[in-house]
């Protein structure tokens, strides 16, 4: 195969029209057309595609292309149909196809139209697919989103790891792997699996200078922090990344209620729907799309102006090929996530019930999440090091951290210690058992290797315990530590590490970022939307009256949410009442509705408060399909785990529904039917006595009073009768 430089240029202007390569792209090319196997790691945005898509063109035989990415298949055809002169030049093959249009593709391939083929791994280890593949010239293997064979990257897939068996069953060829993210634990997984442990690297640089990082604290303003935050980028392409499709839905139908064009996307909608939205998007009749992280999305968008984690990601290799969707043109990229110690928990609780060493795998990565939201240092310095990329700039002035720098110490002192007691515990441990170890305390783990006994136990106990992670995070950044390969983790002290002990320096270092479960909404610049504490004392003091007159408990008169929300929207009709969380139309009936907003209408009078009736944002819109098919069933008295499993959803959604449609909505529903047929009447009215009796209706609190006899979905769904009965 010919691979001279104007023989490759003139193909690459004929089939794609460029002039000159970007980056190692041409010589990955050669070293395709050379039939070696290569190994490529290239963020999003840097021309992967180009890699395979030009040797296929220009090779005997059909390259093989394999990804996880059912929608990407389809764009990645249609450009290179697009691009070529004859029909059939490319094909997927995958579950989106029946079986006349199967046997078209085999017939194409059969006939040596095809050039590139793409399929599913799912679809390349099918019988009969390796049978026919058997008889097909094949070019190469280009095994893209790499990352998902290994269990330490950010998607890992179990039939990933059949390839590297099919390959060898349908005949051998080159491999080319292709990712956007791997630390170099991943791309050591990645080669060993994939059997081209000798495989030429190609590693491009993850520096992406046009993306701005930025990590705010996730508060209960959230959903009001991201409609205003878009209505301040007007008419901009945007993706909002969330955890569950419930919340995707949820914040979709809140987006397109404050009029943005907004739509949900994820694995549970069907591909029509699905498509609909990416053609939407693409075709910007849509500017925002919100879709869940365990749901990668083929949509190669240029200019897509900003990234929104709703949640954190699982994974820094996750949260870099997200935000990699941003400012692909060179163009403004924002990159905003949201941050909680919550968000980690329950992600940590997400793990539970898989086997050991996944949850380990797990909760390092996500470790390393952490680290990376909570680090007051320069963001860009602190992903590109995850990436084993150095970056020499202190201040890359393009993220939060750098924009706003935080106070420096000298950590001279405190670095010597941490490397002191990581070479005394023998480089065998990680950074949680290092901290406790410096810090002095008998964990059962620490007395099982006797290491209380040790000089350097306790060294730092005198310290203010916060400083240990910016001091070892700093320290692994600035060379002086290295974490393990192989056993990913275990802290190891570098050669530079040792000179520091003998020789110590000045260490200069930021403390990280605290970040409260509890922080208060922020103000936005120009705005007065934070809650008026003199209002919500008023407010609170008028619901204590009504408690007492009606003899009911205060969270029945309104929930706490609720009045907080008036202390902000200062909502003056009961129509305006009615977009305040918890508030239905059965709460605005009541008699004591009237008297709270006539309260807040002369507060503001008589304070000359300025409402932001221009920006207030509406919650999302009452009458969605699924609480109205709850409702209905509900009507029809049918068992509510089977609406659960009729409407796709766990029982603890379900609950979640239902709570939303009486706590948060204000709309009374009658479930008794349900509670008659799995409790004890009398068990229920223990419960309800309980809630009636307390000034909370907190659900942990009623179950560490009830557990172990009752089960917190049952409690729940007592409360949901209580407050549905009392409140509303």
Known sequence: MTSDKSYLLEALKRYFGFDSFKGDQEAIIRNVLDGNDTFVLMPTGGGKSLCYQLPSLLMDGVAIVISPLIALMKNQVDFITHLSEHEGTAHFLNSSLNKTATDLVKKDIREGRTKLLYVAPESLTKEENVEFLKTVKI????????????????????????????????????????????????????????????????KSSFNRPNLYYEVRPKTKEIDKDIV????????????????????????????????????????????????????????????????????????????????IHYDIPKSLEGYYQETGRAGRDGGEGICLAFYSHKDLAKLDKFMEGKPVAEQDIGRQLLQETAAYAETSVCRRKMLLHY????????????????????????????????????????????????????????????????????????????????????????????????????????????????????????????????????????????????????LSAMLHDLRKKWSRKLERPPYVIFQDVSLEQMATDYPITLEELKNIQGVGDGKTRQPYAKEFVELIKRYCEENEIERQSDFRVRTKPKDSMRKLKILQNIDRRIALDDIANALGIDFEEMLDELEGIVLYSGNKINIDYFLEEIMDPDDVSDICDYFASKETDDIQAAFEEFSPDFSEDEIRLVRIKFISDMAN
């Open 228 to 307: 205003r935050f878009i209505k301040q980028h007007p008419g901009k392409s945007g993706i909002i990344y969330c955890l569950s499709r419930k919340k995707v839905e949820d914040l979709a139908e809140v987006l397109r209620a404050n009029d943005i064009k907004a739509a949900a996307y994820h694995a549970g909608l069907d591909s029509a729907t699905r498509s609909k939205t990416q053609d939407d998007f693409l075709m910007e009749t849509i500017d925002v799309i919100v879709a869940t992280i365990a749901f990668g999305m083929g949509i190669d968008k240029p200019d897509v102006r900003f990234v």
């Open 387 to 534: 990436f084993g990329e150095a970056y020499d700039k202190d201040n890359c002035g393009n993220c939060d951290n750098c924009l706003h720098p935080g106070t420096r110490i000298d950590a001279q002192k405190q670095l010597v210690i941490v490397l002191q007691a990581i070479l005394a515990i023998k480089e065998n441990f990680r950074s949680d058992y290092v901290i406790d170890f410096i810090m002095g305390r008998d964990t059962n783990e620490i007395v099982a290797h006797k290491h209380q006994n040790l000089d350097e136990f306790g060294a730092g106990e005198d310290e203010d315990e916060k400083i240990w992670n910016p001091v070892i995070r700093q320290a692994l950044i600035a060379g002086y530590l290295k974490k393990e390969v192989e056993n990913y983790g275990l802290l190891k002290v570098t050669s530079a590490g040792k000179k520091f002990i003998k020789h110590p320096t000045t260490f200069m270092v930021v403390e990280d970022h605290e970040f409260s479960d509890d922080e208060e909404p922020t103000v936005p610049e120009g705005g007065t939307s934070a809650l008026d504490p003199t």
């Open 139 to 202: 070019s190469f293997y280009a095994i893209d989103e790499a990352h998902c064979i290994s269990e330490w990257g950010h998607d890992f897939r179990p039939e990933y790891r059949r390839i590297r068996p099919i390959i060898n069953e349908i005949g051998n060829a080159p491999v080319i792997a292709l990712t956007a993210t791997a630390t170099d634990k991943v791309r050591s997984d990645i080669k060993k699996s994939l059997g081209i442990v000798d495989a030429k690297e190609f």
